[in-house]
Every structure is written in C-alpha cells, then in structure tokens.
C-alpha cells in the first residue's frame, strides 16, 4: 500500500513538473501543446541564423540610412510578425515576473545572448538570455550545453546585476500572443536586434506600461549631471529651456534606467493612459494595472 502511495505521488510530481504550467494564460498559467514546445525548440535551433540575417539588413547602408530603406524594414518588419517581438519592462516588473512564476517545474534557465552569440560578440556580459515558462524546456532541449536551470533567487540576482551593466529588460513573445511567452532579454542596444530595428525603423519592441517624468526642481541639469541622458538607449530625452532634463513619453519605452541612475531622485516612472499590454503578462508584471490597461 506504501509503495502504492509512493509511485502515485512520485509520478504526479513528475507530470506536474512536464505537463502543467508552463504558459502564461488567462491571467494564470495553463499547458503548452506538444506542437507549440517543438516548433519553438526548432526556432531556438535555426534562431542564430535569423538573427545573422535580420544583423545584415539592419547594418545595410541604404536600409538604415534612407526613408526608403527604413519604410521598408518597417513594413518587413510587421510581415514577420509571428518571430519574437518585445515588450520593455523596468527593473522591480522583471523581478515580479520572476516571482509569480510557478514553483514546480523547471521554468527558468539561463543562457548566451542571442544576438551577441550569433554575430561574434564576447564582449561581457554575455550569457543574459533568460528564458521562462515553456521557453526554459525548448532552449535546453536546443542547446543543452549552454542552457543552465536556475532557481528564482539566481534568476533575480543575475537580473540586478545586469540592472548594473544598464541592460535592458524586454519581454519577448512569439507570434504577437501572451502564451508564447518565453523570455526575459536583457538587452544591449548595441547588439540586439529587435531593438535596434526598433532604433531605425520603429519596429520590433513595444513600450512598456510606464513612462519616465522629471520633477524639474529636483533636476540638476543635463550639463550639471547628464547620467539620464547617458542610459537612456531610445533618445526620448532632450534638453528643455531652463537645462534641465524634459522626457518625451511617446519616445520613452519605460525600462527605468534614467530613474534607477539620478542621482538627484528627480525621476519617477508613471503608468501610461489607455495602455495595450500586447503580449505582456501585466497580470505577472504589473498586477495593480491590470483593470486600468
């Protein structure tokens, strides 16, 4: 009767640990299908080379430098719609996300940046690739000798620390839809390529629900300070009549750098007005949100 009780239980946790919870849905979690798991574990394998490919057209000179060329990365751009996609989302939702993830099951693993890896970048730090929820098993699955599981606690650590580095965290998702979900970048806008296709043709990331504004009396000046101006990787601040640092928020994405940097506490992140969470988990990120998006 024992050892009854002791298979029951052992192979219920087995299958709670590969079968359930492992995409965002409806507000909660629910089951990856077996076709979804291995289409995205064949993406992960040919990723590098899309990566390589999107990298060739981003550095073309007539792509990046003329109208023509960036209408036309744009509208490329919204043809591939169903490739990753990202929403930017600042520090304390990274680490909330993190949290709401479910306890059972291998759900986050860390491993080398896409992007750096696929065009010879080593330049540290390198291994930033947080992939969750169903996106942990594919790109394990894929390359298992890069893909580490690690715990909640490592996963917010490591985010922190690449806080320091003044990456930014986006949330990407395949196909535009919240369940497929499956990663946590923490981006160098130097290298990668959603964002900076979103930098010449305004395609590939999404705002995230907040916005940066400056308390303007607190604000030393962006001659006086200028370290806002310095992280800020999406141009959205400039210089306003007095010196100090003004914000435009349809520029602004909200990773909170800017805020996390001044020194002055003259920054403050806002919820935005009417906002579409596209495929962002806000229930995960940004829970107090939810009703007002």
Not at 149 to 160: N, Q, R, T, V, W
Not at 165 to 188: G, R, T
Not at 227 to 235: E, I, W
């Amino acid at each position: 009767m024992h050892y009854c009780m002791y298979l029951l239980l052992t192979y219920s946790t087995l299958f709670s640990f590969i079968v359930f919870t492992h995409i965002f849905q409806n507000g909660a979690f629910g089951e990856e299908t077996y076709f979804q798991k291995k289409l995205h574990t064949f993406y992960a394998k040919i990723e590098p080379t899309v990566v390589r490919i999107i990298d060739r057209l981003l550095r073309n000179r007539f792509l990046n430098g003329t109208r023509p060329g960036r209408f036309f990365l744009k509208i490329t751009g919204k043809l591939l719609w169903f490739l990753p996609h990202g929403v930017v989302i600042e520090h304390e939702a990274a680490l909330r996300l993190i949290d709401n993830l479910p306890e059972n099951g291998t759900h986050i693993a860390i491993g080398p940046c896409v992007c750096k890896k696929s065009i010879g970048v080593k330049e540290e730090p390198y291994v930033t690739d947080m992939v969750i929820m169903y996106g942990a098993e594919a790109y394990k699955a894929a390359d298992p000798e890069e893909y580490v599981y690690i715990s909640k606690e490592e996963a917010k650590k490591l985010l922190k620390e690449f806080r320091e580095h003044n990456l930014i965290h986006e949330v990407f998702a395949c196909f535009k839809a919240k369940k497929w979900a499956f990663v946590i970048c923490n981006c160098d806008a130097r290298y990668c390529m959603p964002t900076r296709s979103q930098l010449i043709a305004g395609e590939g990331v999404y705002p995230g629900p907040l916005y940066a504004t400056v308390d303007s009396e607190k604000c030393r000046g962006l001659d006086n300070c200028g370290l806002c101006y310095t992280v800020c990787k999406f141009n959205a601040i400039s210089k306003d009549n007095d010196g100090k640092a003004s914000v435009d928020p349809d520029k602004c994405m909200g990773c909170g750098l800017c805020v996390y940097r001044c020194p002055s506490e003259a920054r403050h992140l806002t919820p935005r007005t009417s906002y579409d969470p596209k495929f962002l988990p806000i229930e995960h990120t940004h829970p107090t949100l939810v009703h007002k998006s």
